[in-house]
């Protein structure tokens, strides 16, 4: 009877541990996406082999339709305090009050976009968010998106979805941004999607910083006009980052910075390249094949002096994520 009951006991616990196990692997495999709309889904891993490089190629449109169309698309006069991911100050990405950032631009390799109508520049858009506040206060804020299909636009979970406000209830997206208007037509998000692991997270945690992207569906197919991004789970060695930083301008005109010393930490790309809230979202890309390797959505700084940037590295998931919402 005790042997009976001795092998009994060791068959639950195969089946408990079998089971845990395969649970493990299950939700390893997939990730929960949340939308603006309520609708959640699981996004499940495609590719059984995590090695293997996932690319999707960059769309260049050679004569873009709408730069012969009179007139241009000016942005309104609030486009909003730039977007951080505590809000819409400079809280996480600081700014010294004697720095000026505008005199380091050699140091930091940044410099206006003389011509955004060049592609890829074209496809890098400003987001404009208007989220509501508890109180039905009215509250603006703008980041940096990357173009990435005819209508959709991939930028930081933060940009569109704020943790005191929730979703934004309106998005505008420009391209091609400089001196307060572009040669393209404005179009609006529909519908936007992020990690639930990202929502569920806190603040700025790791676990937030590796799922802190989002992908918006857009109302037109503005990226027939523009071209867009590829993108990669590949890693190069020279990268450039375009975004609208709110000290330039307003955040009102593209500026884009580059280099070679880039690395990943914990699966966040980083970069010794100094970045101020707005150029959250922007996307960093290889320039010579112009595929997205991550979406800027952090600045570092270390004893209140900054020391650079980072954000999610596109992986297997966030790749399949940007694929198919």
Request: hydrophobic share 35%; glycine share 10%.
């Amino acid at each position: 009877m005790k042997k009976k009951l001795g092998v009994e006991v060791l068959v639950i616990c195969f089946l408990v541990i079998f089971f845990l196990f395969q649970g493990a692997s299950h939700s390893n495999a997939e990730e929960q996406i949340i939308s603006n709309k309520g609708d959640i889904s699981i996004l499940e891993e495609s590719d059984s082999n995590l090695r293997a490089i996932k690319s999707s190629e960059a769309f260049v449109v050679e004569t873009p339709p709408t730069l012969s169309r009179a007139g241009k698309t000016e942005l309104p006069d609030d486009i909003g305090f730039p977007r951080t991911s505590e809000g819409f100050d400079y809280s996480f990405e600081t700014i010294q009050p004697d720095v000026n950032l505008n005199n380091r631009a050699a140091v930091n390799n940044r410099q206006r976009v003389s011509n955004p109508n060049i592609f890829p520049y074209r496809a890098s858009v400003l987001i404009i968010c208007d989220f509501r506040s508890k109180n039905g206060k009215l509250v603006r804020g703008h980041g940096s998106g990357s173009l990435i299909g005819s209508n959709k636009v991939v930028t930081a979970a933060h940009v569109v979805y704020d943790r005191s406000y929730g979703w934004a209830e309106t998005v505008r997206v420009y391209p091609a941004v400089k001196n307060n208007a572009t040669d393209f037509d404005l179009a609006y998000g529909s519908i936007l999607y992020t990690f639930g692991g990202y929502i569920q997270s806190t603040g700025t945690s790791i676990a937030a910083q590796q799922r802190d992207v989002a992908v918006v569906k857009l109302n037109s197919n503005l990226g027939n006009s523009t071209g867009w991004f590829g993108y990669t789970t590949a890693k190069s060695s020279y990268l450039r980052l375009n975004g609208y930083d709110g000290d330039i301008d307003d955040g009102r005109t593209l500026v884009t910075r580059y280099g070679t010393n880039t690395w990943i930490e914990n699966s966040i790309l980083k970069y010794p390249w100094l970045t101020v809230g707005g150029s959250s979202g922007g996307g960093v890309y290889n320039p010579s094949n112009n595929q997205l390797e991550a979406n800027h959505a952090y600045g570092y700084s270390q004893n209140n002096i900054k020391t650079g940037g980072g954000g999610a590295k596109i992986n297997n998931a966030i790749f399949d994520f940007m694929s198919k919402y």
